[in-house]
Every structure is written in structure tokens, then in C-alpha cells.
């Protein structure tokens, strides 16, 4: 279960070092928690909406509503069910996917691919 969240930490903290020419367009506060992102030192509940945050940035710094495309969007729900911690990641996981794909207003579309 530690090893799943460090990577997920990992991989988001990927995806905001990717685009942190946001950076530009965000205030003080969304600064603080860009960096808790970026340094894997956010809590759960500003990983579960970080990329609901990045899309809202996103759209703050091009000014049209973002794309999101999330591939093997089930590994990490197959790899936890399978090892035996399906209870702890799904929540965490589903919260993820919930806040960046549901009643997002700054998503246009949205692409998952398994």
C-alpha cells in the first residue's frame, strides 16, 4: 500500500513539474500546494484534487478547457485488489478519477483507455 501511494506520488508529481509554466497564473495558496505536490508531501485530499486543480489552471493559462487522457487507468486498481489492499487505494484512487472526470467545468473531454 506505501509503495502504491509513493508512486502515485511520484507520477503526479511528475505531471506538475510537467506543466509548472501554470505556475504563472496561480496565487499564493495554489502556489503552496502546487509545491506540497511537486515536493510529494501533499496529503490525501490535495492529491485527489490535483488534477481537477491542474485542469483548472490549465484552462486559467490557455484559456480554453482542458483534455484529460488517463491510460491504464486500472493497473493500480488490479495490482491493489490483487496484493490485498483494494479497501485502502480505491477510495483514494476513485476520489482521484471522481474529482478530475465529474462536474469538472474546465474539462472539455476526457479519454480513458485501459
Known amino acids: 500500500l506505501k509503495k502504491m501511494h509513493d508512486l502515485l506520488a511520484i507520477e503526479l508529481s511528475r505531471l506538475y513539474l510537467k506543466h509548472k509554466y501554470v505556475l504563472d497564473v496561480l496565487n499564493e495558496e495554489e502556489k503552496s500546494v502546487y509545491k506540497s505536490i ?12 490535483c488534477i481537477r486543480n491542474l485542469s483548472e489552471y490549465m484552462e486559467r493559462y490557455y484559456g480554453k478547457k482542458v483534455k ?13 485488489y490483487l496484493h490485498g489492499y483494494y479497501e485502502e487505494i480505491i477510495s483514494l484512487i476513485g476520489n482521484l478519477f471522481g474529482m478530475a472526470l465529474k462536474d469538472n467545468v474546465y474539462l472539455e473531454k476526457q479519454f480513458l483507455q485501459v
Open 38 to 49: 511537486t515536493s510529494k508531501k501533499a496529503n490525501d485530499s490535495e492529491y485527489e484534487n
Open 68 to 80: 484529460i487522457l488517463i491510460d491504464e487507468y486500472d493497473t493500480p486498481i488490479q495490482q491493489a
